[in-house]
């Protein structure tokens, strides 16, 4: 089988991660963090840096601004492997930045969405979609410029011949303005956290959330945390438990990584126990470093720790 190629559309920015903070932030006050990190951040350069570095051959289309913070994106990504020559300058716009304030296993952030508001379905290299087999698209609700257009980007890469998925990601907002019946019959597989599948559905628990979308989509997998996940495909289901570790540092990045270990596995043609197991491990190697893409160094160290998790000796 030959390698399958993946592209990735979506948002890109820098991360300033502030760690082992004196108590949350007080208007007219000021707090002391303990612990800095600036890494390249945004769900969908988390996924390609981290799928890329796995052996997944990937492109990335997104939009920068004409500055450091943009230079450091695509740099970081370069150095993953990951092919940038779709990733474009905004006329408009700096390049994004979420300002990540930690506390234990959950956290605060604010979003500066600055270019990644420009991308929109004209970027989208259609003319040579038909190299690729799959594309990605995460974080719909920060990415103003493609919203409109979203059932026609995943209808014209399924007419492309590639197969697709999706990572909504969270509303900041809160309106969950998204419409799953017309766009989810193009998606193969929806990659939703438990709470926005809720957000979406306006549902109350999971049960009633996955027999609402059941209709529209052909494969779900819910990320549930340090609960695991669980994939429903037509009338089957599976679920997993995480992969505890014992050198957990922070959660950021881990469904994006998850993401990654998944269709690391499905473009492979893996069962989908297999995509299961493999995302479920990349999540919780994600979190044995700060931020999304520092666990992820080579294809070999990965294999290497993958069996450490397993063995339950990381
Ligand atoms: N503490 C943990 N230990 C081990 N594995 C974890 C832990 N937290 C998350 N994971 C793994 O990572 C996966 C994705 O995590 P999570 O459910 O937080 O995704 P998410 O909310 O989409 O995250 P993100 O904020 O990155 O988008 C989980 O399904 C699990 O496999
Ligand atoms: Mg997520």
Redesign the pocket.
């Known amino acids: 089988m030959k390698d399958k190629k993946l592209l990735i559309v979506g948002e890109l920015n820098v991360d300033l991660i502030l760690n082992d903070i004196g108590g949350f932030p007080k208007i007219g006050t000021e707090i002391v963090a303990n612990q800095m990190d600036f890494t390249l951040g945004s ?1 969908s350069a ?1 996924m390609a840096s981290n799928i890329s570095v796995m052996g997944t051959k990937t492109a990335f289309c997104g939009k920068i601004g004409l500055d450091r913070f943009g230079e450091f994106v695509q740099g970081e990504l370069k150095k993953k492997n990951v092919d940038t020559r779709f990733i474009s300058n905004s006329q408009n716009h700096k390049t994004g930045i979420t300002v990540v304030m930690n506390y234990d ?1 959950d956290r605060a952030n604010v979003t500066y969405c600055g270019a990644m508001e420009d991308l929109t379905i004209k970027d989208i290299p259609w003319d040579t979609l038909g190299q690729y087999d799959h594309l990605h698209l995460s974080n719909y609700f920060l990415q103003k410029g493609i919203q409109k257009d979203i059932i026609q980007v995943f209808k014209q890469a399924k007419e492309a011949g590639l197969t697709t998925s999706l ?1 909504l ?1 969270v509303d900041p907002e809160n309106k969950w303005n998204f419409d799953y019946k017309n766009v989810l019959p193009f998606v193969d597989i929806f990659l ?5 599948l809720l957000g979406l559905t306006g549902m109350k628990n999971l049960e009633s959330a996955i027999a609402e979308i059941k209709p529209y989509v052909n494969t779900i997998v819910v ?7 669980m994939l429903i495909s037509e009338d089957k289901k599976y679920t997993l438990k ?4 014992k050198k ?1 540092r922070d ?8 993401n990654a270990g998944f269709i690391h596995e499905y473009l492979k043609e893996a069962s989908w126990e297999e995509c299961l197991e493999n ?2 491990l990349m ?2 190697l ?2 044995t470093f700060a931020g ?1 893409t520092a666990a992820f160094t080579s294809t070999d160290e990965i294999q290497e720790k993958k069996q450490q998790i397993q063995k339950k000796e990381l």
């Open positions: 769900s988390i296993q990572d990601q939703p956290n438990q709470s926005e990320k549930m945390g340090y609960e695991g996940a995480p992969f505890l570790n957990f959660a950021i990045g881990a469904g994006d990584s998850f995302a479920n999540g919780s994600s979190t999304g």
